[in-house]
């Protein structure tokens, strides 16, 4: 398979939302535990999907024979991030204040800017471009596109095992925040304490 690596342009927004919502909804321990479906995860995300795209950081991959998007990698300016308005879905409310103390761990030790600092906030490949090394080619034209346009950190938050390792073990990226699943308090609830592995979700930043 020949892949192109470019950056995500709207003409790839509804392919790219499908395979981002498709896998995360499938995959991410986060959602299972909060019991969110397909259809609701895609309510909830697709305004903010769409805003992250607009800012032009974000990296599609696409089969060169087929023409088809086999993965993306969506980011945004971390700082944005910090001063969004919540979403009031109530559902998804306890994701919300995860990350919202995740971002107040970061903050007590670095305050970023407006174009300092991107987040990979989603990243996807289809089943039929997995395991060619496509996630590693869009990171690193993410990093480039970032760089070139005078971001100097990347900040990612990690939910999987998987992710963990490649971040802060392969990558070298430090921890910046942890939240403990069976720790993390909602109201009277600890609604991710079902979730064993990894035990907890980590903030990372390294240096682009």
Known sequence: M?????????????????????????????????????????????DPFQLMVKEGLSIAATDNHSGHLVGCLVVTDFARQLFEETNTNTKFSPLSALTEDLCRQYQSKRDVSVGEAILVDMAAVSEEAAGKGVYQQMRAAAHDLARSQGFQLVIG????????????????????????????????????????????????????
């Open 157 to 208: 938050e990690l939910s999987s095992a998987a992710t963990q390792h490649v971040v802060l073990e392969l990558l070298g990226h430090k921890k910046m925040a942890e939240i403990a699943f069976a720790e993390f308090q909602f109201g009277e609830e600890r609604p991710f304490q079902e979730i064993k592995e990894p035990p907890s979700i980590i903030l990372s930043e390294g240096r682009l």
């Open 2 to 46: 020949s892949i192109d690596i470019k950056v995500l342009e709207l003409t790839h927004l509804d392919a790219a939302f499908d395979l981002a919502t498709q896998t995360f909804a499938e995959a991410s321990t986060l959602h299972r535990a909060l019991k969110i479906g397909l259809n609701e995860y895609k309510e909830y995300l697709r």
